[in-house]
């Protein structure tokens, strides 16, 4: 979809381009279409072609930037890899696109404070590595860890596969830097485990998708590397059965590091994509790593594979060596590139229930889609109720208003169970409509007042978040 503005007030005039020149330099000053076109969309496939794009190197870069911008009301949105899912990378109105995947620096790793602080554009697996060397362990871990960066994650505030032992990007939040509408740099937090100095700022950024201000320095906390992994998979006949394994798994007092779920269309779709083999009668998967020392996984690994055979596993699959974990892992991350093997779009929502809700929400969408119109695939995290629902449908006329009334009732039961519209994706402009199922007048009003405090003039990041009516 490409969005188009109704008039240009938006578009910066010479003048403003001038200024951005002279503050930053031509290298950093992009106006040309070809370049602008390669900043127009994200991972939503949504396109908004800005009007000039940004690569600052430095802190005193995007303040520059934004201080031009702010004087002269221009909308400014800032991106790492634009591997988001909600569309708040997209530039909807148009003006300034702030790339900051060149301030890609790891500026220090703090083994003795378990600590880490980078600049927003460090991939997040690179940073993963890199503190992996000192015997530490980032968690999050998005399943775009390999490509999206660590300043996308705290300002989506995404999940991952771990979210359930370790929680998500949130929890791992110690301090920022932050550029605010105005040019003005704050610092919030401290690079300590513990600070209940005043009011927590740092939360109050995470997880705002640009729409209060520009992240330029990070600092987050490290744990340990846990002294092992195992991994199996265990393959059921029954959707619900596999839910109960998972519930038995969790009730035994084991916390698994990741416990991921796949349906039966999520299994059709991988089932012979890049060379995965899955018997016809599997209809549902658990895909479980448990971590800790040698002792606790001796301890564990037969309780998790028992639980999942007493709640009638077809077959329970321990990978016993590393290229065996991979083979394994391999089937969750090909779900999404393999979906489009069934239909050419998919709406990819990323809603969270209270676990004990899974089984009645697979339910209710099975209802919502009774008549099978298009196809919905269901995965993700199911150890802490954040399922992936993907609403696929095809280039035939009214498919795609069909599946947006699939998404609007899937939204509606969500919240009518006690959980919310988004887990990890952030709500972008694809979910603002949805907020005030889930979010009160008055609570909207307030964070509206925390917006048009940290950003009077509108221009960080407008169309996102918020519904078209606030």
């Known amino acids: 979809m490409l969005f188009k503005r109704k008039k240009r ?85 148009g003006g300034i696109i702030l790339d900051l995947k060149g301030m890609n620096r790891i500026l220090s790793i703090c083994p003795e404070d378990f600590t880490a602080t980078v600049e927003p554009g460090v991939v997040t697996k690179y940073l993963q590595d890199e503190v992996a060397k000192y015997g530490l362990f980032y968690p999050p871990d998005p399943s775009s860890a390999a490509f999206s960066t660590v300043g996308g994650n705290v300002a989506e505030c995404a999940g991952g596969i771990t979210g359930l032992k370790y929680g998500v990007t949130r929890d791992y939040i110690l301090a920022l830097e932050i550029v605010l509408s105005d040019g003005s740099v704050i610092h919030t937090g401290r690079k300590t485990r513990r600070s209940v100095t005043g009011y927590d700022l740092t939360r109050l950024f995470v997880g705002s998708e640009g729409t209060l201000g520009i992240f330029t320095k990070i600092t987050v906390k490290l744990i340990p590397e846990p002294e092992k992994i195992e991994t199996l998979a265990a393959f059921f006949s029954e959707r619900d059965d596999a839910i109960d ?47 800790g020392t040698g002792e606790n996984i001796k301890h564990d690994l037969p309780i998790v594979e028992s639980a999942c055979r007493k709640k009638n596993a077809l077959k329970v699959k321990v990978a016993e060596t590393g290229k065996e974990r991979n083979a394994i892992w391999s089937v969750r991350r090909s779900i999404s590139p393999a979906l489009y093997t069934i239909a050419s779009h998919k709406l990819n929502e990323d809603v969270c229930v209270p676990r004990s809700k899974i089984k009645e929400l697979l339910q209710k969408i099975d209802t919502i889609n009774e008549k099978q119109e298009i196809f919905v695939a269901n995965f993700g995290h199911i150890g802490d109720g954040n399922i992936h629902v993907n609403i696929m449908y095809s280039d035939e006329p009214g498919q795609e208003e069909i599946a947006e009334s699939v998404v609007q009732r899937v939204m509606e039961e969500v919240v009518e169970l006690g959980g919310t519209i988004s887990g990890e994706h952030g709500i972008g402009n694809r979910k603002s409509q949805f907020m005030e199922l889930e979010i009160s007048p008055q609570e909207l009003s307030i964070m509206k007042k925390f917006k048009d405090f940290f950003d009077p003039k509108g221009i960080m990041n407008p169309g996102k978040l918020f519904p078209s009516s606030l």
Request: proline share 4%; aromatic share 4%; net charge negative.
């Open 9 to 93: 007030t938006a578009d910066i005039d010479r003048k403003g381009v001038s200024e951005l020149v002279r503050a930053l330099g031509k290298d950093r000053v992009l106006t040309e279409i070809e370049d602008r076109l390669c900043y127009s969309y994200d991972g939503t496939k949504q396109k908004a072609v800005p009007d000039i794009v940004i690569r600052p190197g430095t802190t005193s870069d995007v303040a520059a930037t934004l201080k031009i911008a702010n004087r002269h009301g221009i909308p400014v949105c800032s991106r790492g890899a634009g591997t988001g899912l909600s569309g708040g990378a997209v530039p909807l109105q």
């Open 245 to 291: 394994a998972a519930d038995l798994v969790i009730e035994n007092s084991i916390l698994p590091r990741t416990l991921e779920f796949m349906d039966h269309m999520s299994i059709s779709a991988v089932r012979g994509y890049g060379g995965i083999t899955l018997d016809e009668g599997v209809k549902a998967l658990l895909l479980i790593d448990i971590d």
